[in-house]
């Protein structure tokens, strides 16, 4: 975690929600390190305009917290033609431009706004950054009346606060599920990064992973050699964890299933004890599967730069499952993959299944996911909630004893696609001790791990533990009423971005995926004598300091 001196209590004192003198047009932005990310290196920039055309522009070294950004001489223009041209293909975006009446019901359902007090993380105040230059560029009251209508003009200081605030935006969602008229701000962030792109303004945590995805198929640039080594390493730690060596074929035609997943799963911990989760659990039900070391990444930060970048690498899914022949795909734990495959993916690229693909089936039980009739493919926390209730599975709840765990529903499998039941169905399948946070913190009213949409960078860490209030408010609540410690997700970016979360405010709460709790309990066929997790703790002396 990036060195961060204040402590929990002095920012709590710190948020302030009376309003500024100024009215909102005049009050000035704060560009003072720590408030932005770092932007997107050139070559990075350079090699996606080759790969898309159009979409990415403008390389070069600047800062946000210089004066100059060094933008296109006519970068006015590309702005309102972007604006113009997405108005015009989506007509989404007009009616949330048209439509709001700014009646506050989102205002104070923002973690950055919770956290911060700045009434421009509130989401109806963050939407009109951008909607009072459409009002000034697109509606005839706006180019008449001005600044009485809410309409101002496109000028480099509302360029650089777009900037600011559309990158203090994980796209959560959580505003639209309270707006009356069902505005998606997170659309409205989107529309707006895609402008900012244009113009070569952008971060370098999401370009990156960007650029590695398309070039080797994940965002970490793992080459296919490297990819298998590293899960050879994690088969030899599952032989050490159980005594039984099990099988991940990699690259392998004819299997009925291809398996994807993020691949924060494959190098990241704890992602890592969630993947080998997988692969005992596949062994327990002698599953028919293959993986892909070249779409090794389920995950698609496309999603937080441009509808043609997301596109371009959710088709690789798509492509790897007509080489290898696979009938179906299974997904990974996994936030923003998710929401692109239930909410764009058959749109965008469901014309790529093959001949060969199939309504899924799930082959040891019979249940046919007609959920997934037009994506072909499953989240693997409804697969195991199957097997569970089929009766498919061998599960020693009692080696998770020392486990006291809640739920975090990931935004994007929760509000993206309404899987809420499933995993706690897992979970309490697995665990013994089980406990929910408040009601308003969870399901549709989830709160953000504030570090999604490309945002779990560390040089933002206080805008990041600040966003986090809301989630880490309700883990401490379960922490010291239950004695909560551990918190399950679904989510590979939830994994990563709740740990420093959890470690500032419900310090002593582990973060888990869902799979490694269900791997701890999961009982092989032919396994030796289990003395330890997947983490390799002893059984016998976590349950001494559970008893403790």
Excluded at 143 to 161: F, N, S
Excluded at 203 to 217: D, S
Excluded at 490 to 495: E, L, P, Q, S
Excluded at 522 to 533: K, P, V
């Amino acid at each position: 975690m990036a060195k961060f001196s204040k402590k929990p209590i002095e920012l709590l004192q710190s948020i302030d929600y009376t309003p500024p003198r100024t009215d909102w047009m005049s009050t000035p932005n704060d560009f003072s390190m720590g408030r932005w990310a770092y932007p997107a290196k050139p070559e990075k920039v350079e090699y996606l305009m080759h790969e898309l055309p159009g979409v990415f522009a403008n390389p070069r070294e600047w800062s946000p917290g210089d004066v100059d950004w060094k933008l296109p001489s006519n970068w006015k223009d590309i702005v309102h033609e972007g604006f113009k041209e997405r108005l015009d293909k989506y007509r989404s975006l007009k009616l949330f431009m048209d439509v709001c009446v700014r009646c506050g019901a989102c205002a104070d359902k923002c973690h950055f706004f919770i956290g911060s007090g700045d009434p421009k993380n509130m989401p109806v105040l963050r939407a009109e950054l951008m909607r009072s230059v459409y009002r000034k560029d697109f509606t005839l009251a706006g180019k008449i009346l001005g600044k009485l209508t809410g309409a101002r003009v496109m000028e480099e200081d509302v360029l650089k606060e777009w900037f600011l605030y559309f990158y203090q935006c994980t796209e959560c969602r959580r505003c639209s599920l309270f707006c009356p008229y069902g505005i998606d701000t997170a659309e409205v962030t989107m529309m707006a990064r895609e402008l900012l792109h244009l113009c070569g303004i952008n971060i370098n945590w999401i370009l990156e992973p960007v650029a590695n995805c398309n070039r080797t198929g994940n965002h970490l640039g793992i080459q296919p050699h490297a990819f298998k080594d590293i899960v050879d390493f994690m088969l030899d730690d599952i032989e050490t964890i159980t005594g039984k060596r099990v099988k991940c074929p990699l690259n392998e035609k004819g299997h009925e299933v291809i398996f994807i997943t993020p691949s924060g799963d494959v190098f990241a911990d704890p992602g890592i004890y969630t993947f080998m989760g997988y692969l005992m659990l596949f062994d327990a039900i002698g599953l028919d599967f293959t993986m892909s070391t070249y779409a090794s990444e389920g995950g698609n930060f496309g999603l937080f730069t441009n509808a043609d970048m997301m596109k371009k690498l959710n088709a690789k899914m798509y492509a790897e499952a007509n080489r290898l022949g696979a009938k179906w795909i299974l997904g990974g734990e996994c936030g923003h993959m998710w929401r692109v495959i239930n909410q764009y993916m058959d749109t965008m690229n469901g014309y790529l299944q093959g001949p060969q693909m199939r309504t899924p089936v799930n082959p040891i039980t019979g249940t046919v996911f007609n959920n997934a009739k037009q994506t072909k493919m499953v989240h693997i926390a409804e697969f195991t909630a199957d097997l569970i209730k089929h009766g498919k599975l061998n599960l020693d709840k009692k080696r998770n004893d020392y486990i006291r765990a809640t739920f975090h529903d990931s935004c994007n499998p929760a509000r993206g696609m309404g899987m809420l039941d499933e995993p706690r169905y897992v979970l309490k399948n697995v665990c013994n001790h089980f406990y929910e946070m408040p009601e308003n913190t969870i399901r549709e009213q989830t709160f953000c791990c504030a570090g999604g949409s490309g945002l779990n960078t560390d040089e933002i860490m206080e805008i990041r533990l600040r966003g986090g209030l809301p989630r880490g408010n309700a883990l401490r609540y379960v922490q010291e009423k239950h004695g909560v410690n551990t918190m399950a997700c679904v989510c590979a970016i939830d994994r990563a971005t709740l740990i420093p979360l959890a470690d500032y405010w419900a310090p002593g709460v582990r973060i888990s995926g869902l799979h490694e709790l269900v791997a701890n309990a999961l009982i092989l066929d032919g396994e030796g004598e289990r003395t330890m997790n997947l983490r390799q703790e002893e059984f016998e002396e976590l349950f001494a300091q559970e008893e403790e």
